[in-house]
């Protein structure tokens, strides 16, 4: 049993995976504050699926019931063909949430993020608006700049700041080094419904290029996906969006369906994210008082449903070792790799092998992704604790 009374803990992110370890490091007794870099609570981004051992952190959070009520709720899904014809029709599953009958749960990125976040409570501290700019290390702590806050010292710091974190690139070095090319780039965007999708989502394949939207509701507004296929990975500024809808815009003309509708309110879309199909693979995830957790130190691939899962699981299993270490932090972190780290390279493994295999002929030959879920065996972190 460790006293994480007084033990304060930096948490860089206020996403899925920042906002699952600060609850957890909050619960089991540490002072946390969460920086991140946007002015609020990132709006928009595509749907999630909380699946596998997920779903028994959220059960514990207290909030799975929350997120079922909240889910997407999809009644089936649609792909059509260039005119617009309808080529495929199902309504047992669909091509992002998988099976009606799994108990996996699909819900909308910024839906999760705001259950997360009122789950955290009043007790985590938030700083909006401001990154770390630099980490300096002692036997004692860390000492942390900021670019706006003045300078602070921490027992611990997590990165939870996604693919490009910059956590990751001060505590190991450059991202290049860890980033493995998966082959080609998705956006997601919140547009007007103007297709009138009602709790339904329809898709367009045209060889290396691709369209889809996703409807909850007539009168709400909708989420569109654009992506292409690209042997070699493309430079481009990843806070650059305007380019990146250049780029995008670039790529798929030519295409039909409502794809030049969905381009023209890409250019005004309230929320806009842009990025490869990539991994981060690194030989290890912490860096004596520094960790990275979900994307920033393993991301799988944000094609195939199981970032989000593996991003909430392994924030429990995290937020759990730095409780148990009896104050010896780092040790607490080395001991959440030993925990997680095969789980994270099957799951790797899994989206690398879906990645390279071709998949079934004809319009419905989809992957379900429920099948690629990885099990984790949880302790039960609040009873070690106590």
Same mark, same amino acid.
């Given at each position: 049993m460790s006293d994480a009374s007084g033990r304060r803990i930096l948490v860089s992110g206020a996403s899925v995976a920042g906002l699952t370890v600060a609850y957890w490091l909050n619960r089991l007794g540490f002072q946390v504050t969460v920086v991140e870099v946007s002015a609020g609570l990132r709006p928009g981004g595509q749907a999630l699926d909380v699946r596998g051992p997920a779903l028994r952190v959220a059960e514990g959070m207290g909030i799975l019931d929350e997120i079922r009520e909240r889910s997407t709720r999809l009644r089936g899904m649609s792909v059509v063909d260039r005119t617009g014809e309808e080529i495929f029709q199902t309504t047992e599953r669909t091509l992002t949430g998988g099976r009606f009958d799994a108990p996996d749960v699909e819900i909308l990125r910024d839906d999760l993020v705001g259950v997360l976040h009122a789950a955290a409570g009043e007790h985590v501290r938030y700083v909006f608006g401001d990154r770390i700019t630099a980490l300096r290390q002692d036997e004692l702590g860390v000492e942390v700049t900021f670019e706006s806050a003045a300078p602070a010292r921490f027992d611990f710091v997590v990165g939870a700041d996604g693919m490009h974190s910059g956590v990751r690139r001060l505590a190991f070095g450059p991202e290049q080094q860890f980033l493995r090319y998966l082959g080609g780039y998705v956006a997601v965007m919140t547009i007007p419904n103007f297709t009138g999708l009602d709790r339904w989502q329809t898709f367009h394949i045209d060889e290396n290029v691709g369209a889809g939207i996703i409807g909850l509701g007539r009168d709400e507004e909708a989420r569109a996906y654009l992506g292409f296929q690209s042997d070699e990975p493309i430079e481009y500024d990843f806070r650059d969006a305007s380019s990146q809808k250049q780029l995008l815009t670039d790529r798929v003309k030519g295409m039909g369906w409502v794809v030049p509708q969905i381009v023209e309110l890409m250019r !005004?879309? *309230? =929320? @806009?994210? @842009?990025?490869?199909? *990539?991994?981060? %693979? +690194?030989?290890?995830? #912490?860096?004596?008082?520094?960790? &990275?957790?979900? !994307?920033?130190?393993?991301?799988? =691939?944000? #094609? #195939?449903?199981?970032?989000? *899962?593996?991003? +909430? #699981?392994?924030?429990? %299993? &995290?937020?759990?070792? &730095?409780? =148990?270490?009896a104050n010896d932090l780092a040790a607490g972190a080395i001991r959440y790799e030993q925990e997680v780290r095969d789980y994270v390279l099957r799951s790797q493994a899994a989206a690398r092998k879906l990645n390279d295999e071709e998949t079934e002929e004809g319009p419905g030959g989809f992957t379900d992704f429920g099948e690629l879920v990885e099990d984790l065996a949880l302790k039960d972190y609040l009873a070690v604790t106590g």
């Open positions: !005004d879309a *309230s =929320s @806009f994210h @842009f990025d490869s199909r *990539s991994q981060v %693979v +690194m030989e290890r995830w #912490t860096h004596g008082r520094v960790t &990275l957790v979900g !994307d920033a130190g393993y991301a799988v =691939s944000l #094609t #195939t449903g199981q970032g989000t *899962s593996i991003a +909430m #699981t392994c924030a429990y %299993v &995290l937020a759990g070792e &730095l409780a =148990s270490a």
